[in-house]
């Protein structure tokens, strides 16, 4: 499956998701995503059973690695081979993708595990499953994985509409295969009729002209627009030696980076792009490209237009967000609920507490999720850029207007959610045509004198206070209450503190080996002690700024900004002798429990068993009271308040820097509570 993933996250890039499934280790709840690829037609029955109908479903086809062909043509004529697979299909169907390409000198005979007659031979082929080749094989060709083939990833780009922007990188990678293939593979390549239907498919939507040469200048292969360039209609008629100013047998076989220059062929002037294709650390072949030099201004707009579309998008989801706290658990299950309605929704909250985040997640879990996802800030952008990206102009309308005019951003984020991030900011002009879109659901561009209406939903978001800007007459009253009807406060760090251990988690898993990585005890409690005027985006910073600093996989608070770590140091003097509520955690666990479990915990810790089971807590506790029904309530309700954190697995639990503090404070108090 991850062979899979890799090749469609090549072709597709990182801004569409892509998750795996597998039957055999089990698919938990139902698969509900805009596209559902199924690997192979024998899994289609069974995988139908996990798909919800609202799903596109594709059944991929697939292809063989040509560029390993030439191992099997060497196969002596009339040799009994082997084609071991994991199933009888796979095996099967791999057979009859080497017939069909017209490799028929040997004997082919499918294998697979508790396959009840065998054929005897010497030779086997496999794709990637060596481990199930019989012993007696003396000689093994392992052709590599599958791939999906080309056809299927053309619809795949199809139905995302990314074909323009991707089809070239889509028909090189496919023409280095034939590239990297001899001579001799190709001409057994190019008599089948489905290979070449395969690859012109792709290469023929292409503006360019694409042509293919091995390292003697020999073409292998070329496109239609290739062919029309040079006035040919075959590869064998193509002469390279009419492009002006370059001698192409100099460049054959010689080792050179990307060439890139404007040429002459035929009176038009091209620009030509060469890429060396490189095998085992020697030029194969070379890549060429045709582009019209007439076409490259419009390319331009076009490759602006898809770089705006690849914003348009929501990556984050609800459980992206960490929250453990009642005050963070409270504003993600009020946003989960407010998400089902279309109505605005106002997101209020300090800078970096995560209302872009929120947002995202909103949309994902609303009706318009398979629509946009358009994010505007209005404190990034002046007031007359910000009205023509927002709502758009006609052709002409001013000086410097681009012809044709532009969409503005209501209107592409039409059948989808707009979030309007910052509205604060916004000019008391901007707000006006503001309350216009979000009375009527339509929009005017400047210049024009046709509405355009709109299906959208509104998001805002503000660090200010809109009351406030509302008393000083800098906000308008009717945009205000339009903007506030479903209102949601994002929670600053300070007031869930509980999550900082978390978040610290999670912010050091995104960086390499991040998870490996240590803080000090000292240094965690001067980042709970901090109160974090500049919220998460504030704490991502600190953490990534040690991170890049330490020496080690302990980050001790030596590597602490020094700014943090004084003030953590006055908070610090201010602490009462305890520093904790302890009468809130007796209304929840009895302290004598507290007290037995954290010991036991932070004696484990200072041995260097920072994670344990609660199986072994228990066997370590098995002369108390506390039985591993009890450890376990207890535990959810230490983790509740910070003093410990669980983790799923058998990574087990660990004591926080607070629950240490607990038990040392507790023992140089002497508390008296039955301890």
């Known amino acids: 499956m991850k062979h899979v993933i890799a090749q469609l996250e090549s072709f597709l890039g990182s801004e569409f998701k892509i998750t795996g499934h597998s039957i055999q280790e089990g698919i938990k709840g139902p698969v509900s995503d805009t596209l559902v690829l199924i690997g192979h037609e024998y899994l289609k029955d069974e995988a139908m059973k996990y798909i919800t109908q609202d799903s596109d479903v594709l059944v991929a086809r697939r292809s063989l690695n040509h560029s390993e062909l030439e191992n099997i043509l060497q196969i002596p004529k009339g040799e009994k081979v082997l084609f071991v697979d994991v199933n009888k299909y796979l095996a099967e169907n791999s057979v009859s993708l080497l017939e069909d390409l017209g490799i028929n000198h040997i004997e082919m005979y499918p294998y697979y595990p508790d396959i009840e007659y065998s054929h005897r031979a010497d030779y086997a082929i496999t794709t990637g499953e060596t ?16 791939k999906i083939d080309l056809t299927t990833i053309t619809e795949i780009m199809l139905k995302f509409d990314v074909m323009d922007e991707r089809a070239k990188k889509l028909s090189s990678k496919y023409i280095q295969d034939f590239v990297y293939s001899s001579k001799k593979v190709v001409r057994t390549l190019k008599e089948n009729n489905l290979i070449m239907k395969q ?3 792709i290469l023929d939507v292409i503006n360019d002209g694409i042509i293919g040469i091995d390292g003697n200048c020999n073409i292998i292969f070329s496109n239609e627009n290739a062919k029309k360039l040079f006035d040919s209609n075959h590869d064998d008629n193509i002469d390279l030696n009419i492009i002006s100013d370059l001698d192409i047998l100099k460049i054959c076989g010689n080792n050179f980076e990307k060439y890139r220059k404007i040429h002459e062929i035929n009176g038009k002037k091209i620009l030509l792009t060469m890429m060396p294709i490189k095998q085992d650390d020697s030029d194969s072949g070379i890549v060429m490209t045709f582009k019209d030099l007439s076409e490259i201004v419009e390319m331009e707009n076009m490759v602006r237009s898809n770089l705006l579309k690849k914003g348009h998008i929501a990556k984050h989801r609800f459980s992206d967000i960490v929250g453990n706290s009642e005050v963070m658990k409270k504003a993600i299950n009020i946003a989960k609920r407010l998400a089902k309605s279309d109505s605005t929704l106002l997101l209020t909250g300090e800078s970096g507490t995560g209302k872009e985040l929120f947002a995202q997640a909103i949309h994902n879990e609303s009706k318009k999720s398979n629509g946009p996802f358009v994010a505007v800030n209005f404190a990034a952008l002046p007031e007359n850029l910000l009205e023509s990206e927002l709502f758009g102009y006609e ?41 216009r879109v979000l009375q009527e659901k339509e929009v005017l561009r400047i210049g024009a004198t046709k509405i355009i209406p709109i299906d959208i939903r509104i998001i805002a978001a503000t660090n200010k206070n809109l009351d406030e800007l509302v008393e000083r007459g800098e906000f308008r009253e009717d945009l205000y209450y339009r903007l506030k009807v479903l209102p949601i406060e994002i929670p600053p760090l300070r007031e869930r503190k509980e999550d900082i251990p978390y978040l610290i988690e999670r912010i050091m898993n995104r960086f390499p080996n991040g998870r490996d990585m240590k803080l000090s005890s000292e240094l ?10 500049g919220n998460i985006r504030e704490l991502e910073n600190v953490l990534e700024y040690m991170y890049n600093i330490a020496e080690d996989n302990i980050i001790d608070i030596k590597k602490l900004p020094s700014y943090i770590d004084n003030i953590s140091i006055k908070k610090d003097a201010k602490y009462s002798e305890i520093g904790y509520n302890i009468e809130k955690i007796e209304s929840k666990i009895p302290l004598k429990d507290a007290y037995t479990i954290l010991s036991a915990l932070k004696r484990e810790k200072e041995e260097g068993n920072i994670h344990i089971s609660r199986k072994r807590l228990a066997d370590l506790l098995n002369k108390t009271h506390l039985t591993e029904q009890m450890i376990r309530k207890r535990l959810d309700i230490l983790a509740e308040l910070n003093l410990v954190v669980k983790n799923r697995g058998p990574k087990g639990t660990r004591i926080t820097y607070q629950g240490e503090r607990f038990v040392d404070k507790i023992k140089e108090n002497r508390i008296k509570a039955n301890i």
Not at 131 to 146: N, R, T
Not at 524 to 533: G, T
């Open 131 to 146: 481990h199930l080749v019989p012993d007696y094989i003396s000689k093994v060709i392992d052709i590599g994985y599958s």
């Open 199 to 201: 690859l012109n498919t």
């Open 395 to 435: 052709e002409g309308s001013f000086t410097g207007a681009k012809k044709g005019g532009h969409t503005g951003l209501f209107e592409q984020a039409h059948k989808g959610t707009i979030f309007l991030d910052e509205i604060g900011d916004a000019s008391l002009k901007i707000q006006a045509r503001l309350l």
């Open 524 to 533: 965690e409690r001067a980042l709970m002690d901090y109160d974090w005027p």
